[in-house]
């Protein structure tokens, strides 16, 4: 019998709607067809019950993974936008608070301050963020007018788009959470139904309403894989439950540093140095493991692992073999940029006002100081009141200056990834900040790896003085 042939072709969705598709592949588990033939003979009714029976009945869960939506999402909170965007395995791209600019009624209000004794007040304060976000875009931009030179014949429009990010980059600390956004997000079936869930369960009555807009508006494409995505009952109470637990501990009040390394492994590089080993050799890890304690050895892989990687390859998958942990306390801003990094566990704290706020120097050297203080005085003193009354809400009101905490465990691959990514001078400063003083981290722990980590050389210390007037 001659060999079959290798095909490789593309199942469209042009042709094929994703319940269909999804069918399609999970079928080749059972059926000698082609996939062409299988889809052809796919109704969407019979696709809809090999979904119920296999995927919702059975568990086989992985076949909705070949299912795959495009979800434009447009005018919600950034706030929101933090529920949306912690699905791991979705992805998304989302309005830039660094090339675009925020008009003056372009912020939400939630539906649990509508009729509520804060409505006023919240408009009120929004409209005075907004209103001094604005006022704050031409002196700032002025400054650095004066340190970029515009090019010759240069239009105003060309300039503005060239020096825009620079000045933007300063005013949006004054921005609240509650400012609107738009997002595309990409995402499986599988993982869509799971955020769904997530979402149902939100405090915010934001975050659950898009849960069910979205669940309604999917559902024409796929009906059955997100039929049973329900609220997980069980998360509010829980998280009720620890907040108030949490409110009982009595802590002493201390400055917490910017970045802490609370947890790192003593034979982390040894054993990504062995896992290589490993992976083209032939013994067990113990074996490989004391080989690798000859300082000969150790440095010829790690060479040899690195001297042929270009700009944008990716170090093998042995490098996740160790991981670290940080405490981070970062401004909203930055916080907002870091979430984004999905291959790292992130366990960030609400967005309060109780950890300090920082101060850009562009503000300052704009002669703008005592505008921004007053913008941030009304916003605290106003998320006082509603933190009192209901701490899930009032971040709507925090703006981007304020301090957030976030905990995250990653591996050296992800380390690398991140690092390099954002310490590049075209990142924003305050992101610049976190990843050169956690590059110093990693640099200690993974002596010999992270010699080649590429770094862009700033210290953090000198992104503090250009860039901070306090952090
Ligand atoms: C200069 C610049 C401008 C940006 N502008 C915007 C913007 O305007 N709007 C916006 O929304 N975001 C913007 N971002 C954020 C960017 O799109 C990423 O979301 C963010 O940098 C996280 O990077 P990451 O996906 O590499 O990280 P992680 O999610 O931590 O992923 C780490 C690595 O894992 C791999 N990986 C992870 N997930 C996938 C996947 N689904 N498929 C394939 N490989 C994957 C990739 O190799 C990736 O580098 C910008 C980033 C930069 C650096």
């Not at 649990?112 to 929004?126: A, H, P, T, W, Y």
């Not at 825009?164 to 956004?181: G, H, T």
Request: charged share 25%; proline share 4%.
């Amino acid at each position: 019998m001659p060999p079959s042939k290798r095909e490789i072709y593309l199942l469209s969705p042009k042709k094929y709607s994703p319940e269909i598709i999804a069918v399609a592949f999970a079928k080749t588990s059972r059926s000698p067809e082609t996939f062409r033939a299988i889809a052809d003979e796919l109704t969407e009714e019979a696709s809809s019950q090999f979904h119920e029976k296999w995927v919702i009945g059975y568990g086989h869960s992985s076949v909705a993974e070949h299912a795959v939506l495009h979800l434009a999402i447009e005018n919600a909170s950034r706030l929101a936008m933090e529920a949306i965007e912690s699905n791991r395995l979705a992805s998304y791209t989302e309005k830039s608070t660094r090339y675009q600019k925020w008009d003056r009624d372009q912020f939400y209000c939630p539906p649990e301050i509508l009729g509520s004794k804060f409505e006023e007040r919240f408009d009120q304060i929004c409209e005075y963020l907004f209103q001094t976000y604005l006022r704050s875009l031409e002196p700032a931009k002025k400054v650095v007018e004066a340190q970029v030179l515009r090019n010759e014949g240069e239009s105003d429009e060309n300039y503005d788009k060239r020096i825009r990010s620079r000045y933007v980059d300063a005013c949006r600390f004054i921005l609240p959470a509650a400012s609107l956004a738009n997002v595309g997000m990409t995402v499986n079936g599988r993982e869509l139904e799971s955020a769904i869930k997530k979402w149902l369960s939100s405090p915010l009555a934001e975050v659950r309403e898009i849960g069910e807009t979205v669940k309604a508006a999917a559902k024409a494409e796929v009906p059955t894989l997100l039929k049973y995505a329900e609220p997980q009952l069980s998360y509010q109470a829980m998280a009720e439950k620890i907040t108030q637990l949490s409110g009982t501990l009595e802590l002493p009040e201390e400055k917490q540093q910017a970045c802490t390394l609370v947890a790192s492994e003593n034979e982390g590089e040894d054993r990504i140095l062995a896992s290589v080993l490993y992976r083209f050799g032939n013994m067990s890890f113990e074996q490989a493991l004391k080989k690798i304690k000859d300082t000969t050895i150790s440095n010829e892989i790690s060479e040899v692992l690195f001297q042929n990687l270009e700009k944008f390859d990716v170090p093998l998958r042995e490098l996740e073999h160790s991981t670290m942990t940080f405490d981070l306390v970062m401004d909203q801003g930055a916080y907002a940029e870091f979430k984004r990094h999905r291959m790292m566990s992130q366990t960030a704290q609400r967005l309060t006002c109780s950890n300090g706020y920082a101060t850009p120097r562009l503000i300052v050297k704009a002669g703008f100081e005592l505008d921004f203080q007053q913008a941030m005085g009304a916003a605290q003193l106003l998320w006082n009141e509603l933190a009192e009354w209901n701490i899930d809400v009032a971040q709507y009101i925090v703006p981007n200056a304020f301090n957030r905490r976030v905990m995250a465990t990653f591996n050296l691959r992800e380390a690398f990834s991140f690092c390099q990514l954002r310490t590049a001078p075209n990142a924003h400063f305050s992101i610049r900040r976190i990843a050169q003083m956690m590059a110093v981290e990693v640099k200690r722990v993974y002596p010999v790896l992270s010699k080649y980590m590429r770094i862009y050389d700033e210290p953090w210390q000198q992104i503090e003085l250009d860039h901070f007037e306090s952090a």
